[in-house]
């Protein structure tokens, strides 16, 4: 049975930093993209960043560049999202996602981490 399960989370003041976790299990990844994505109140879920499993090569929405920073642990089968100078506008929660690196959609879906950041 494949799983994502995200953590990380948490209350932060705005210019703090979290690093979220995605711990993958139940199949090889090697072949597929890894993503984070965001959903605030009221919004639609949006792209953050994504990583190739094999190669690494990574991929960032306009918003986090150069905040956000995506990893991968192949030993821990994990994906990070280190996120620093954070902002209020970063409040959501973030759910990991893995698709086949040649398809748009995601086949797989964490249950999300809260990420709360205070002004």
């Known amino acids: 049975q494949v799983q994502l399960v995200d953590s990380g989370g948490g209350l932060v003041q705005a210019g703090g930093s979290l690093r979220l976790s995605c711990a993958a299990s139940?199949?090889?990844?090697?072949?597929?993209?890894m993503s984070w994505f965001r959903q605030a109140p009221g919004k639609e879920r949006e792209f953050v960043a994504a990583i190739i499993w094999s190669g690494g090569n990574t991929d960032y929405a306009t918003s986090v560049k150069g905040r956000f920073t995506i990893s991968r642990d192949n030993a821990k089968n994990t994906v990070y999202l280190q996120v620093n100078s954070l902002k209020p506008e970063d409040t959501a929660v973030y759910y990991c996602a893995a698709g086949l690196r040649e398809r748009r959609d995601n086949d797989y879906w964490g249950q999300g981490t809260q990420v709360t950041v205070s002004s």
């Open positions: 139940g199949r090889t990844f090697s072949n597929y993209r």
